[in-house]
């Protein structure tokens, strides 16, 4: 089984030292995930605004974050944060990395999660909201039950999408220090003086995909179950 | 009684409506007949408050408008004396058969949620759905689809049920069940004001015909006086050319 290029029971053996590390990557990542979505309602709602100012404030915020790369993003945050908080008086010294990573994932997920969010509500068919009119509806009911559950649906497709860029993006909070799966097979390799550097990553690809692969099936099963609710 | 006095309407410099003035007694079916573009549809929607008529006086039993100054209350009132049936049926996608029926029910008229389905379902049954409460409007076929969206219009109870092209998009074999829905409502004494463009549905149906034509009125009269007796040179004109194209 032993080959020069190849060390098999090397890249066996990493799974379980990095899998210890996915139920950190992936809680860190949900936490995003839900900050993040509750901020995107709030981008969309304000974007659709009929006042041009809010609107047009937060159709540019929306476009600054997204052209951001995310590792500079969580730069500027990191260094950036703490003098902008030490300026109202708070110190910030004895903060982990973690809240950091959570403030710079949540602003640029956010971003991407409005855009998704706001192209699912405008192709909403627009005749339902004639019909909710004509019958008096009262405008809470229709957003409710006929506007936020078709958005959802409408939307889960590239949200999905968005929570396997989530996962993967998260691989670049090591650069400040985190302890993540990725970190974790850096340090790997570095114990063992970088000798199954390519067994140990190769590992981390093999479960990055997994995970991938079973949200990406996951989603695909849920939409299509709901696809009942949308024309 | 119901009366509509000198509706206007434009958008910019179009005029679509020059000024249309009728009535409708209790009981009565009117079906407004003409070709499209002639402002028909726009018309029956200014009376839902779907478009905003420019001027015009609109009385509904104890409720009277003047369109050009309408304040909440107004529209309110209104909406609630009126319901439509829209040509693509516009139902609520992600709620069933009967909840399409029940929302507005339980949200607009706070009945009890036992009482709405119960009256929900007496509706389906009387559009002959009784067996479709529990299927989303992706599983119906468009006549289906138009069924439940009448048994929706009806549930609310209107003094006056507003139709907008009721058979337009459906296929011709689905034509008649949604026909013959709407008929047994016209015989059951429901006061309806259609607008179609299909002259078989409207002698069927219609106690009176209007004709329109460029935004104003051109004929009004029954089945029989509009089909064999058109006084006016362009309803005979327009009665030709539907012979011609095998409409009648």
């Known amino acids: 089984m032993s080959n020069p290029y190849f060390d098999f029971g090397a890249f066996l053996d990493a799974f379980p030292k990095l899998l ?11 936490i995003i995930l839900i900050l993040s979505l509750v901020f995107a309602v709030l981008l ?19 476009m600054m974050i997204r052209g951001i790369p995310l590792m500079l993003l969580l730069f500027v ?37 409005a855009e998704v969010i706001r192209a699912a509500y405008e192709s909403i068919d627009q005749g339902q909201m004639e019909a909710a009119q004509s019958l008096s509806l009262p405008s809470a009911s229709f957003f409710f039950h006929i506007l936020v559950p078709q958005t959802f649906v409408l939307a889960l497709p590239n949200l999905g ?20 799966i990725y970190q974790k097979a850096r340090t790997l390799s570095a114990d063992h003086f970088g000798v199954w550097q390519l067994e140990i990553f190769l590992a981390l690809m093999f479960i990055y995909w ?15 179950r709901m696809l009942i609710y949308i024309p | 009684m119901i009366e509509m006095k000198d509706l206007k309407k434009s958008y910019g410099t179009a005029e679509i409506l020059k000024g249309v003035s009728f009535d409708i ?57 009126t319901s439509m049936v829209f040509q693509s049926y516009n139902l609520f996608y992600n709620l069933t058969a009967l909840q399409n029926i029940t929302e507005a029910l339980i949200h607009t008229k706070k009945m009890k949620k036992a009482d709405a389905q119960s009256l929900a379902r007496q509706l389906l049954s009387e559009v002959g759905l009784s067996d479709k409460a529990d299927s989303y409007p992706k599983m119906l076929s468009g006549g289906q689809k138009q069924r439940i969206g009448i048994a929706r219009a009806m549930a609310v109870n209107p003094e006056l049920l507003l139709m907008d092209e009721p ?51 051109v004929e009004t009269g029954t089945p029989d006086q509009f089909l064999n007796h058109p006084q006016q040179e362009r309803t005979k004109a327009f009665l030709a050319r539907i012979r011609r194209e095998g409409g009648l």
């Open chain 1, 77 to 113: 945050v990191y260094y950036g944060l703490p003098i902008l908080l030490q300026l109202w008086g708070i110190n910030t010294a004895n903060i982990q990395p973690l809240p950091f990573v959570i403030v710079a994932f949540t602003l640029s997920t956010s971003a991407f999660e």
């Open chain 2, 25 to 81: 007694k209790e009981g009565e079916t009117v079906v407004i007949i003409g070709k499209s573009g002639s402002g028909k549809t726009t018309l029956l929607r200014c009376l839902n408050f779907l478009e905003q008529a420019d001027s015009g006086i609109f009385t509904l039993g104890d409720t009277q408008v003047d369109f050009s100054h309408v304040t909440r209350a107004q529209k309110n009132a209104v909406r609630k004396k």
């Open chain 1, 161 to 180: 999408n968005l929570i396997i860029t989530a996962i993967k993006q998260s691989s670049i909070m090591y650069t400040i220090g985190v302890m993540d």
């Open chain 1, 20 to 30: 210890s590390l996915l139920p950190y990557t992936l809680f860190t990542v949900c």
């Open chain 1, 44 to 62: 969309v709602w304000l974007r659709l605004r009929k006042n041009k100012v809010v609107s047009g404030i937060i159709r540019l915020y929306i």
């Open chain 2, 167 to 217: 058979t337009s998009a459906l296929d011709p074999e689905l034509i008649d069940e949604v026909s013959s829905t709407i008929k047994k409502l016209a015989n059951s004494g429901r006061t309806m004001l259609i607008v179609t463009h299909e002259m078989r549905l409207a002698l069927d149906i219609a106690s009176r015909i209007i004709f329109m034509e460029n935004g104003s009125i």
């Open chain 1, 210 to 224: 997994g995970v991938a692969l079973l949200i990406d099936f996951a989603i695909a099963k849920l939409y299509k």
